[in-house]
Every structure is written in C-alpha cells, then in structure tokens.
C-alpha cells in the first residue's frame, strides 16, 4: 500500500520515498512534489507547484505558496509564510481576481537554509545556500550564501564564511 492511499491529500502530489507526514490529517497539500526523506509537520499547507527537496524538515503552521522552489536540507521553522504576489487584491475593476489575474514572484530557498519560526518571506526572494533567517524577521529581499539575517525588515547579522564570533 502507497502511504498515499493513507492520507486524504490530493492525487497530484509526489511524495517521494521516506517522506513523513507527521499528522496526515491536519496538512493540505495539493499539486506540490515532496523529496525523499523530508519531514512535513501538522497543520502545514503545500500549494500547487512547489517542489521541497531531500531532508527537508517543514514544522507545524507552516504556508507554502505556489512558486516556492526549495532546496535539499532546508529547515523550516514552526508558522513560517511564504508570500507570492507583490501587491494582492481580492478584485479589479469590479471583477474578482482568479488564478493568472496577477503576477506570482517565485522564491528559492538553496541548499541547507534554515529559516526560523514565524519569519514571513517576501515575493520574489532568494534565500541563499547555508543562510539563516532569524525567528520573526520579514525578508524583503534576496539572503546571500552563508550570511545571518534578522529583523523587521531583516538586515544581515553576520556571515557565516568566517570564523569570527560576535
């Protein structure tokens, strides 16, 4: 038996092998490809078309929006949100919006990023590889490789290619 015969998610998800559903029916997942090994926690939503790489650990309340591309070995914090559309409107024009009315910004989160509880992700981001983002900070735009961000809006920290302690 497929664990997907077990869980009441949506038959165009790709669950790779090994992948854990801590609590199969408190997630929504829908559309998205999941790599091997990687953890999704309760209350999480995966949205159509993102893909999570290998050993990726997803904790609990957290919202992944269409567009986000993430790494292999990338650690998501407790109630982290992805955001994808700059400027989000319910209508236009008297009409309400519908998928396609408006433009989606992708996000990458590369290899090893860890991201910590409560952060919000902007539009259009990059988190680099080895980056970290600090519990609650809003990050409004691109994280290099190796650095430490932090903050409202998240400001860089410190680099992690040294070896020097703050």
């Known amino acids: 038996m497929n664990q997907k015969d077990l869980m009441p998610i949506a038959d165009d998800v790709c669950l790779n092998k090994g992948v854990i559903i801590q609590h199969p029916n408190l997630v929504n997942l829908y559309g998205c490809t999941i790599g091997e090994g990687s953890s999704i926690g309760p209350f999480v939503e995966i949205q159509r078309d993102v893909?999570?790489?290998?050993?990726?650990?997803?904790?609990?309340?957290?919202?992944?929006?269409?567009?986000?591309?993430?790494?292999?070995?990338?650690?998501?914090?407790?109630?982290?949100?992805?955001?994808?559309?700059?400027?989000?409107?319910?209508?236009?024009?008297?009409?309400?919006?519908?998928?396609?009315?408006w433009e989606l910004r992708p996000i990458h989160v590369?290899?090893?990023?860890s991201i910590g509880s409560g952060a919000i992700i902007l539009p259009g981001v990059s988190i680099g590889r080895g980056a970290v983002v600090g519990a609650g900070s809003v990050v409004t735009c691109d994280v290099p490789d190796l650095t430490v961000v932090a903050g409202v809006p998240a400001r860089v920290i410190k680099s992690l290619s040294t070896t020097d302690d703050c």
């Open 110 to 113: 590369e290899y090893g990023a």
């Open 51 to 101: 893909v999570v790489g290998r050993l990726c650990k997803i904790s609990s309340h957290t919202f992944i929006c269409s567009g986000v591309i993430i790494a292999d070995e990338v650690f998501i914090g407790h109630g982290v949100i992805f955001t994808n559309d700059l400027y989000p409107q319910a209508a236009r024009n008297g009409n309400l919006l519908r998928s396609g009315d």
